[in-house]
């Protein structure tokens, strides 16, 4: 069956004219067809090799498109002038020269590979027309295959481009240049940035070129026109600072910029990391996310947004923030509608930590517990450090049938040896109350202190200082150690009313800390209210991903635009949002897919094609 393939662009004044013949007629004229192409080495398959070079191409490439039914039959490809400007394809086959276009072939398209004009005879059919050439280059001037290559999120604070072929050295925007014969050049070209799902995200309509140099691989006889280099940047503040609003889009990672010459003329290049790193190009991984926020006491309210769906929407908000700016790394945490949150009670007092926070050993006594309402005593000996008696108090404890989770902390730095947490559950998800004696305290033992307790989340969670910032609190213990899915391959977000004290919105828990807790990330409401000035999320949980507890400017200069500042708080475009490349490398080396405990598994792109 015949038929005209709509996802391919046809620019044929030919098919129009003989679309009011009847077949029978139109078989026995001769035919003078014009197309008007670009040359086709984007990748719209996205199989990562240029459409114009494949074997076999798909309906949706960029090309001219006939009917084969409406066209005479008996054609044979006599001849491409120059050679090799384009190729003709039947059915998204390409045909050798002599060859015939086989009798049941449907469609019949012509591809260019090079600039300019171009004749194709096809015995009583001759196809006309020319092409242009896009290119994309770099900030030091080197061409950024459409294919192969991609758009690299801006990491870079605005700057002034004084001319459009200036070597910038921005290691991210990208200028185009048109290649052809001067006449067919356009005056501008429009930029649109579009998500992977083909939504339109943001736009430049009309982008000035100007004359320039042709580059080297623009092909012979042609002359060349650029824009200024275009900036694909994560949020609305980036985009419109006046230095930059009118060369910026707001892209978006594994999305693509679709660079528009008119007459249906269109080439994509896809949305991605960084270009250039140690561990080379960094296209695009993701990161999983668990967020859990903390309810006010058990079915109390939501810790911020006063109700739970919206605070299920600001969360949502927070992932879309934190991909804005990781994207300059090439890293995301998923469609934010995706994003595993969820509204949890705090548990009851479950956590038993023995050691308390010194870790003092034992000089011999008694714990004295009582686990939902039946007291629980056990001897501890003169020597045993906290680990040996955490085992003593598991042993008993699982003689009652409950189930026992033991988890020995980092230890502190003033501490002598590491706490051991103990989680006591009833069953499967379900946790036990432990108490202390009504009289006395939990430890008759002079140094060997055991703490029970319930973090008070209606005063606030006491968070930790820089001497027990290894461990936490036991405070934060009892609830990340609830909320913890206990997967070292995903970051856990608990998210609370407020802490104690004013001044902390977030802490994390790392990796390196040794410590039971770690990939985890806690943010109170102040945290999530500041988020367009500190970006909280992206900071804490850049702390995690990068393996590194302390901040550029603990030890170097202060640079107060950078994500990992300690103490950045601006909303403009000039507060801590940029990541450098060594912040980009970082986390591939502590997190990424080769590390010894992953956080980011590489996400491939997906097919995008164009509207
Ligand atoms: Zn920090």
Request: hydrophobic share 40%; proline share 7%.
């Amino acid at each position: 069956m015949a038929r005209v393939a709509e996802a391919c662009l046809a620019i044929s004044l030919g098919l129009a004219l003989g679309l009011g013949l009847e077949p029978a007629e139109a078989k026995e004229q001769p035919r003078e067809l014009e197309a008007s192409l670009v040359v086709d080495l984007d990748d719209d398959d996205a199989d990562g090799r240029e459409d114009g070079l494949q074997d076999r191409v798909g309906d949706a490439v960029d090309c001219a498109t006939w009917d084969v039914a409406k066209l005479p039959s008996e054609m044979s490809l006599e001849g491409v002038t120059p050679a090799g400007a384009v190729r003709v394809l039947a059915d998204g086959v390409p045909i050798a020269a002599g060859q015939r276009v086989p009798p049941g072939a449907a469609r019949l398209q012509v591809q260019a590979l090079r600039p300019g004009p171009f004749t194709v005879e096809l015995g009583s059919v001759r196809i006309r027309g020319s092409a242009l050439r896009l290119l994309a280059l770099d900030g030091n001037g080197r061409s950024v295959s459409f294919a192969s290559s991609h758009a690299s999120m801006q990491r870079t604070i605005p700057d002034r481009v004084v001319a459009p072929d200036a070597v910038t050295r921005d290691p991210d925007a990208l200028r185009f240049v048109v290649a052809g014969v001067a006449a067919d050049l356009p005056a501008a070209l429009a930029v649109r940035a579009r998500s992977e799902t083909g939504v339109q995200l943001s736009a430049l309509d009309a982008l000035r070129l100007v004359d320039t140099t042709c580059p080297v691989d623009a092909g012979a006889g042609v002359v060349c026109k650029t824009t200024m280099p275009v900036r694909v940047v994560g949020d609305e503040a980036d985009r419109v600072h006046p230095l930059v609003v009118d060369r910026s889009v707001t892209g978006e990672l594994g999305g693509g910029i679709l660079i528009d010459l008119g007459g249906g003329r269109r080439q994509q290049i896809r949305v991605g990391g960084p270009r250039e790193t140690r561990f080379g190009v960094m296209r695009r991984y993701r990161a999983t996310l668990r967020t859990r926020l903390l309810r006010i006491g058990a079915r109390g309210a939501a810790p911020l947004g006063g109700t739970d769906a919206k605070a299920l929407k600001l969360m949502r908000g927070q992932v879309a923030l934190a991909n804005a700016l990781w994207g300059q790394c090439g890293i995301s945490f998923g469609p934010p509608a995706d994003a595993d949150i969820a509204l949890v009670d705090p548990p009851p007092p479950w956590l038993v930590s023995v050691g308390c926070e010194l870790g003092l050993p034992a000089s011999g006594g008694q714990v004295r517990l009582v686990v939902d309402g039946r007291p629980v005593t056990v001897a501890v000996e003169a020597g045993w450090s906290p680990a040996r008696a955490a085992r003593e108090i598991a042993t008993s404890l699982e003689k009652r049938r409950y189930r026992v989770g033991i988890s020995t902390n980092a230890r502190i730095a003033p501490g002598a040896m590491p706490t051991v947490d103990l989680q006591v559950w009833r069953g499967p998800g379900r946790a036990a109350e432990v108490k202390g004696p009504d009289a006395g305290s939990v430890s008759t033992d002079r140094t060997l202190g055991v703490c029970v307790g319930t973090a008070d989340l209606s005063v606030g969670l006491r968070h930790f200082l820089d001497v027990d910032s290894m461990a936490g609190t036991f405070d934060e213990r009892t609830l990340l150690k609830w909320v913890d899915d206990r997967d070292p391959s995903t970051i856990d977000l608990m998210v609370i009313s407020s802490f104690v004290r004013g001044g902390r919105i977030g802490e994390s828990f790392i990796g390196t800390d040794r410590s039971s807790v770690r990939n985890a990330v806690v943010l109170d409401r102040s945290g999530i209210r500041v988020a367009r000035a500190s970006y909280a999320l992206a900071h804490e949980v850049g702390h995690v991903m990068l393996d590194v507890p302390g901040h550029p400017d603990d030890y170097g200069r202060d640079t107060p635009t950078l994500l990992m500042d300690s103490d950045g708080a601006d909303a403009s475009v000039f507060g801590p949002r940029r990541l450098r490349v060594e912040d980009c490398e970082r986390a591939m080396q502590n997190s990424g897919p080769g590390s010894p405990v992953p956080l980011l598994r590489e996400w491939g792109w997906g097919r995008l094609g164009k509207p």
